[in-house]
């Protein structure tokens, strides 16, 4: 029987962040949410697929109290009700501080929920105050709270290049936080994409969000911003953290399986608005607007062919280890050489991988040796 991974995207969120370009909404009504729910649950009995073992399922982009228990029973009812859960299936669900409680976390863990990740970014008052995030104090009071609890899987987020946020502070702000909560066995650095323009091709209305012109003076500079992702990188390896793709790392064995099963093309399904997935070589997304999800329009349906398949391969293989040799011939081995000589790409074994000064230009070395 195959085995399939859940993606489920839940749009509702206490407050937008102000670099949000992801769908996700901070206005509704209880009303609203449970004819969501409905929909959700509705679409879940409708897919084509049933009685498959689910791997993983992710719970994605989303404030959990904004869902009643009684709804969230529902959700895991349904989706109980399709499919088959694994022996050691992963559930992972994305929080805000504000949302890490006593009652949540016994909630959570009966549902079946064995990974929490929080997002955190900072722990700069400043900061968080200029993007719309939960206080270091809500920060703090969280973790205190899952320290009197038992919780073996959890982890967190920060943001490089943050507003307020200056070199350094991040490590900081991780040893500081892995000294006081050994139950942290994952944590992701991301790096925050500067968006200033109005695209010119304007697609979804969440690519035309642009941050405050003033942010350009308050954040690292730009030719800081490589040393601040390795010191970062090689001072998480010192504390045992594996980096397993670029922005993420954990102790091991804790890794998200989710993740990982995605990265290496394994079959998604995804439900909700604006969840994407991949089924049988081809990649979906529902639509962003709450009309059109519900009368099933605008679902984004591509067809990879062989070549996308392989450029995906290639692009997920340097983001979480090596492109493996089997590759090399496919590639314009004189961009390669000229990276490798470069140092841009480093070769060990007769496969390549990208060095970490270059990390911020993957997209434009990939783009050059396919």
Known sequence: MKTYNCYIHIPFCSSKCKYCRFASFSWFSNLKIQTYVDFLCKEILDSDIDWVFLNTIY?????????????FNQIFETLKTKFIFSENIEISIETTPWNITMENIIWWKNLGINRISMWLQTLNEKSLSEIWRDSKWDIIWALDTVKNIWFSNFSIDFIIWLPYVRSGEIIKNIDYLLEKYDF??????????????????????????VYPNDWSNLWLKEEDFSREYIEIKDFLQKNWFNRYEISNYSKPWFECKHNLWYWNHKETLAFWLWAHGFLSGIRFSNSESFIDYYTKKNIIKEHLKEEDLFLEKIMFSLRTSWIDEIYLEKLDNLKVNYFIENNMLYKKNKKIALSDSWVVFMDYILWQII
């Open 184 to 209: 942290i066995k994952h944590i992701s650095v991301y790096m925050l994409e500067e968006y200033y323009d109005v695209p010119e091709v304007k697609g979804s209305k969440f690519d035309n969000i």
């Open 59 to 71: 719970f994605g982009w989303w404030t959990p109290w904004v869902l009643s228990l009684s709804q």
